[in-house]
């Protein structure tokens, strides 16, 4: 398995999500976080619910903002500023990594999610630190 794998299965792997005491056995951690990575990358709406309570309640470990004075800011200020909504300007909101294919366009702001692949998304970035 990739390193990143692995460090994202550590992270989550305690969340109380992940305990249980019903008679329903849950499957295990790897292999949900497995589905879910997969599910991700093939029209989200299909992703476990568990897996990503536990990922958003890390989210200061997996999400990584640039500092405000730092090149990548700037540089990620001016593309929102041309590329998007007046709402979501002086913000970052993506990256360039992987991209999450939505089902449906979004209802609100839907032409800042179509991407270049011709489909709309959101895109995500996931770093080792």
Not at 20 to 44: D, K, R
Not at 52 to 80: G, Y
């Amino acid at each position: 398995m990739p390193e990143i794998f692995d460090c994202i299965l550590d992270q989550i792997s305690p969340h109380a999500i992940f305990q249980s005491n019903s008679q329903n056995h849950q499957l295990p951690v790897a292999l949900q976080l497995a589905i879910f990575l997969f599910c991700a990358g093939h029209y989200g709406n299909a992703a476990s619910p568990d897996v990503m309570v536990a990922i958003l309640d890390q989210h200061d470990l997996f999400v990584n903002i640039p500092s405000e004075d730092s090149k990548d800011m700037e540089k990620a200020c001016r593309l929102t500023k041309s590329k998007t909504c007046p709402a979501w300007q002086n913000r970052v909101f993506a990256a360039d990594g992987s991209v999450i294919p939505l089902f449906v366009k979004p209802s609100i702001y839907g032409e800042t999610f179509y991407d270049w692949k011709s489909q709309y998304s959101l895109n995500c970035q996931v770093c080792n630190t």
